[in-house]
């Protein structure tokens, strides 16, 4: 067996065994080393991902608590402007009430015709 290990070929052969084991050891080094690497790699994506999904579900929340904020102005204001509107027709109704009482006039209609009138 030694004098195989000394002749040419088996000084190939040693060779060859030597860069065989080499090539393997540096595959299965690399492919541990990978093997690590990915798995850092995909924590932090799935910690980036979780990340940006809690940022939009906040700017989601910001979102409709200002829409919510801003349909509650609008409303109170609508109610505001009805409101004086609706003094507004009183007023005018007073008025026009002292306009004919002044001229000596009156309004014969009674609840029942306005009624009337409006569903019919």
């Not at 050891?25 to 991902?49: N, P």
């Not at 001229?103 to 015709?113: S, W």
């Amino acid at each position: 067996m030694i004098a195989f290990l000394v002749s040419p070929l088996g000084k190939v052969a040693g060779i060859l065994l030597i860069i065989a084991s080499t090539v393997i050891g540096f595959r299965w080094w690399l492919a541990d080393h990978d093997r690590a690497t990915l798995a850092g790699y995909v924590s932090l994506a799935e910690k980036t991902t979780a990340e940006a999904k809690a940022a939009e579900m906040e700017r989601q929340r910001n979102a409709s608590a200002q829409a919510l904020d801003e349909a509650r102005k609008r409303q109170a204001a609508d109610e505001a402007a009805q409101l004086a509107k609706d003094a507004q027709t009183d007023i005018e109704i007073a008025d026009y009430e002292k306009k004919l009482s002044a001229a000596n006039r009156q309004c014969l209609a009674d609840p029942g015709d306005v009624e009337f009138l409006q569903f019919h």
